[in-house]
């Protein structure tokens, strides 16, 4: 069963470049497209960007000039660096896979709360 | 750039149906997908391309996508599934969520 974790600091300094990991577990990395979503305190699901295994990307319009996401396919693991955050940057920070037979996405991270401070 | 609109909230009384829908200009032609994501937790998928149900969600979940709104329909709502729901479509290669609605089972 294919598992994913995110993992990186949990307190990012104002201005600085916030890096997270998702490792994926139970299956390989290849073969689909892999996303980042973030999730600020109360609010609503936006979409960062994502990384086919291929290592094309897309990223999101608002956080396209700061954001870089990429992917290790020898460690299972893909990565998103989003540089000179603010406050607003603050957020838990959930990785996805899409499915492979259709567009959703079919398994999550549990997400990691990510703080500007 | 394409837009979805969610109600913030939607109220059902246990045992009865909730409808949580979604709009967007012409969604009829996409493929809806809906998560579930219960406070603390990571969204969970519960319906895929417009009518689909994933392995282990229960049948009381359903879908419909037609012209300008796709809905939701969970019958005979449970207090378990008391929840944020958000809809999610793909846009010319971008990822598209609605802003998500709370159900409360009364």
């Known amino acids: 069963q294919v598992q994913l974790q995110e993992s990186g600091p949990g307190l990012v300094k104002p201005s600085e470049t916030l890096s997270l990991t998702c490792t994926v577990s139970?299956?390989?990395?290849?073969?689909?497209?892999w996303i980042w979503i973030r999730q600020p305190p109360g609010k609503g699901l936006e979409w960062i960007g994502y990384?086919?295994?291929?290592?094309?990307?897309n990223y999101n319009p608002s956080l396209k000039s700061r954001l870089t996401i990429s992917v290790d396919t020898s460690k299972n693991q893909f990565s998103l660096k989003l540089s000179s955050v603010t406050a607003a940057d603050a957020a838990v920070y959930f990785c996805?896979?899409?499915?492979?037979?259709?567009?959703?996405?079919?398994?999550w991270g549990q997400g990691t709360m990510v703080t500007v401070s | 750039s394409y837009e979805v609109t969610q109600p913030l909230s939607v109220s059902v009384a246990l045992g009865q149906t909730a409808r949580i829908t979604c709009g967007g200009n012409?969604?009829?032609?996409?493929?809806v997908h809906w998560y579930q994501q219960k406070p603390g937790q990571a969204p969970v998928l519960v319906i895929y391309?417009?009518?689909n149900r994933p392995s282990g969600i229960p049948e009381r979940f359903s879908g419909s996508n037609s012209g300008n709104t796709a809905t939701l329909t969970i019958s005979r709502a449970q207090a378990g599934d008391e929840a944020d729901f958000y809809c999610?479509?793909?846009?010319?290669?971008?990822?598209?969520f609605g802003g998500g609605t709370k159900l409360t089972v009364l």
């Open positions: 996805a896979r899409r499915a492979a037979a259709h567009d959703a996405f079919d398994i």
């Open positions: 012409n969604i009829g032609s996409k493929n």
């Open positions: 139970g299956g390989s990395i290849s073969n689909y497209y």
């Open positions: 990384v086919y295994y291929s290592g094309s990307t």
């Open positions: 391309s417009d009518i």
């Open positions: 999610q479509v793909w846009d010319s290669s971008a990822v598209v």
